[in-house]
């Protein structure tokens, strides 16, 4: 006989997320993740969004959660401004952080840019960023270039289709045609010690 079974349970909507228990997550959160303000904010925001959604599928007072959801969402943006005035988040330090990280994996300036927009970061945190010595677009081509081994990082060298193939790969992925032109003129070993040298730093 085939066992029947049983509904999922829903999770119970536990405490209304108010001020103290969302400090409490903010601060679990930032011992796994670094975050920006405005990340923070989300996360915050969405953990209000669940517990609202259990509370409905509880059959609490509609009104009532409205209330627990709006004094929630208020808590959040207080919570991550308090955080930000401790020092726990900063925004510059994640945006120098991440854009050096990225830029070690191959990716653009532009690439770079619109990934801290979508992480919050604003435009001219993101721009002081770039500025720093994250910004060798050179070594972030070269970056791409061998983790797809192409161009100087390929196993034969390259004819001129290949070449025109790989250049427009380069464009896609936001790099300038005089940096792609650059990257792929480079001979192999060369190309290899610019980016270890970069490494080393």
């Not at 009532?64 to 330090?93: F, K, N, P």
């Not at 005089?178 to 270890?196: G, S, T, W, Y």
């Amino acid at each position: 006989m085939e066992k029947r079974q049983e509904p999922r349970r829903r999770p119970a909507a536990g405490p209304a997320p108010d001020a103290g228990r969302l400090r409490e997550a903010a601060l679990l959160h930032l011992a796994r993740f670094a975050a920006t303000e405005a990340g923070l904010v989300r996360v915050l925001q969405r953990r209000v969004a669940r517990w609202a959604q259990r509370a409905e599928a509880e059959g609490q007072d509609g009104a009532a959660i409205a209330r627990v959801v709006a004094e929630g969402r208020a808590a959040a943006q207080e919570v991550a401004r308090r955080l930000v005035q401790a020092g726990a988040v900063d925004d510059a330090a994640f945006a120098a952080s991440r854009a050096r990280r990225l830029q070690q994996g191959g990716r653009s300036r532009r690439a770079i840019a619109a990934h801290l927009a979508a992480k919050g970061v604003a435009a001219s945190t993101a721009e002081a960023a770039l500025d720093g010595e994250t910004a060798d677009e050179l070594i972030a081509a070269l970056g791409h270039l061998r983790r797809r081994r192409a161009g100087p990082f390929a196993a034969t060298p390259p004819d001129a289709a290949a070449r025109l193939k790989t250049l427009a790969a380069l464009a896609r992925a936001g790099f300038p045609r005089e940096v792609a032109q650059r990257a792929l003129d480079l001979p192999p070993e060369v190309a290899e010690e610019r980016l270890l040298a970069s490494r080393r730093g």
